[in-house]
């Protein structure tokens, strides 16, 4: 995530980068039951919530805030977006869904209000499924988040340039007043 911070770097533009324990937010796939994830993703999801406290505890409005992440980092910032749905300024989900077995009936409470999200992956990823990354667009455009969602061929587990741009679009969204 550091070396991604430095290719966004803007002036005015803070990174708030936790560090997951053992380099693990949770110790199982995404896509296993949640329970078998806990109690790190409880404790996961309380690292990323306390960090979007404490940005607006510094005066930064929830609307000029972006969750952001890779791969496990991305699932992890997709669920707690998903669980304190609001006015964000943008929700990233690079190589991610949402976290819980394919199919999990979610009961997530507020709405997205039109939040951007990026979800950016591709179709032959091993560690996460197409249809993973469909149903997280489903979820999140059902409440209410504009997502733009995009499959790239045989690109595997990375990141790519477009990928980058589309998050620094979203970021020059962020500096506006």
């Known amino acids: 995530m550091l070396g991604l911070a430095e290719m966004l770097a803007s002036d005015g533009l803070a990174f708030l980068v936790p560090q997951a ?10 896509i296993a039951p949640l329970e078998a994830n806990e109690p790190w993703l409880s404790s996961a999801l309380g690292v990323v919530g306390a960090l979007v406290t ?7 409005e929830p ?3 972006m969750l ?13 977006a998903a669980r304190r749905a609001r006015r964000y300024g943008a929700v990233v989900g690079l190589s991610a869904g949402l976290i819980g077995p394919p199919g999990h009936v979610r009961n997530d409470k507020g709405a997205f209000f039109g939040t951007p999200v990026f ?6 990823d091993l560690h996460i499924p197409l249809s993973s990354v469909e149903e997280a667009a489903t979820v999140l455009t059902r409440m209410g988040a504009v997502v733009d969602k995009r499959i790239y061929r045989g690109m595997g587990h990375t990141v790519n340039d477009d990928e980058i741009e589309a998050v620094r679009g979203l970021v020059a969204g962020l500096m506006r007043p």
Do not use: K, M, N
Request: a negative charge; proline letters at 3%.
């Open 21 to 30: 324990t053992d380099h693990t937010w949770y110790p199982q796939r995404f």
């Open 119 to 124: 979800l950016g992956c591709s179709d032959v």
């Open 54 to 60: 404490r940005a607006e505890q510094a005066g930064i």
């Open 68 to 80: 952001l992440g890779f791969s496990q980092g991305g699932c992890l910032a997709l669920e707690s």
């Open 63 to 65: 609307g000029h805030i």
